[in-house]
């Protein structure tokens, strides 16, 4: 039986799946995630997972009011409808069954609205003008603070104590590989999952495998999830 733990880069994780699936509430939407990570446990390489916990890091939602340059108002971000999802999102997470929050803090001081990159470009090559700006071309930029740390220093933690035999991250750049390389020096099998996406050639030679599961559409990431396991073992994940 392989002891495995999930760790879960929040921010990157719903970037993902938004291009999937859109406007799920917090809690089907915790449920989605709560499927993806029975994946890695119930569909193992030629192995019987056993889950060890679900670490999912993030930072709480920004309750700061911030200046928006396109209206000339402050807005308060913390009665935003994504204040109140991200908020109750966290809320389900914690009720899951061997699911650890890890959260970071927003650098809060340096939010600012900026123009989406394609907005610019248009501006710039003159296809669009300034006054035909509206406020859907914008997005609120906020650094994450704290996130990577906290993953580097659960892999080294659980890779030195060896409280597990298998790791997988559910992440896509490369700042965990300096953890990565001394999870594997440890005797740790580690595995990405960058959600389908395109990964650098660098890192491959710091990963044990790289698994990620079907993200076509929202159809097929959704039936999908419904598969019946052949795992002998369908608790494995409790």
């Given at each position: 039986?392989?002891?495995?733990?999930?760790?879960?880069?929040?921010?990157?994780?719903?970037?993902?799946?938004?291009?999937?699936?859109?406007e799920?509430?917090?809690?089907?939407?915790?449920?989605?995630?709560?499927?993806?990570?029975?994946?890695?446990?119930?569909?193992?390489?030629r192995?019987?997972?056993?889950l060890?916990?679900v670490?999912?890091?993030?930072?709480?939602?920004?309750?700061?009011?911030?200046?928006?340059?396109?209206?000339?108002?402050?807005?308060?971000?913390?009665?935003?409808?994504?204040?109140?999802?991200?908020?109750?999102?966290?809320?389900?997470?914690?009720?899951?069954?061997?699911?650890?929050?890890?959260?970071?803090s927003?650098?809060?001081?340096?939010?600012?609205?900026?123009?989406?990159?394609?907005?610019?470009?248009?501006?710039?090559?003159?296809?669009?003008k300034?006054?035909d700006?509206?406020?859907?071309?914008?997005?609120l930029?906020?650094?994450?603070?704290?996130?990577?740390?906290?993953?580097?220093?659960?892999?080294?933690?659980?890779?030195?104590k060896?409280?597990?035999?298998?790791?997988?991250?559910?992440?896509g750049?490369?700042?965990?590989?300096?953890?990565?390389?001394?999870?594997?020096?440890?005797g740790?099998?580690?595995?990405?999952?960058?959600?389908?996406?395109?990964?650098k050639?660098?890192?491959?030679?710091?990963?044990?495998?790289?698994?990620?599961?079907?993200?076509?559409?929202?159809?097929?990431?959704?039936?999908?999830?419904?598969?019946?396991?052949?795992?002998?073992?369908?608790?494995?994940?409790?």
């Open positions: 039986m392989i002891k495995t733990a999930i760790l879960v880069d929040g921010g990157y994780y719903k970037k993902r799946v938004s291009q999937y699936i859109k799920e509430s917090p809690k089907d939407a915790a449920n989605t995630l709560y499927r993806y990570c029975q994946k890695h446990i119930r569909f193992g390489d192995e019987q997972n056993f060890y916990r670490f999912y890091y993030d930072c709480p939602p920004s309750s700061k009011k911030v200046y928006n340059p396109l209206t000339q108002q402050e807005v308060n971000l913390g009665k935003s409808p994504i204040y109140r999802w991200n908020t109750e999102f966290l809320e389900e997470l914690k009720s899951k069954r061997k699911f650890a929050i890890r959260l970071g927003l650098v809060e001081e340096q939010a600012v609205y900026n123009l989406i990159p394609e907005v610019t470009k248009k501006l710039l090559n003159g296809k669009m300034i006054e700006l509206s406020e859907e071309d914008l997005f930029s906020i650094r994450q603070k704290g996130i990577d740390m906290r993953i580097a220093m659960d892999i080294v933690y659980m890779a030195l060896q409280q597990v035999d298998k790791i997988v991250l559910i992440a750049d490369s700042d965990f590989v300096p953890a990565a390389k001394l999870a594997r020096r440890e740790i099998d580690f595995v990405l999952d960058p959600m389908g996406a395109i990964i050639p660098e890192l491959y030679e710091n990963i044990d495998g790289l698994k990620s599961f079907p993200l076509r559409s929202k159809e097929s990431f959704n039936e999908d999830f419904q598969t019946p396991w052949n795992n002998p073992n369908p608790s494995n994940f409790y």
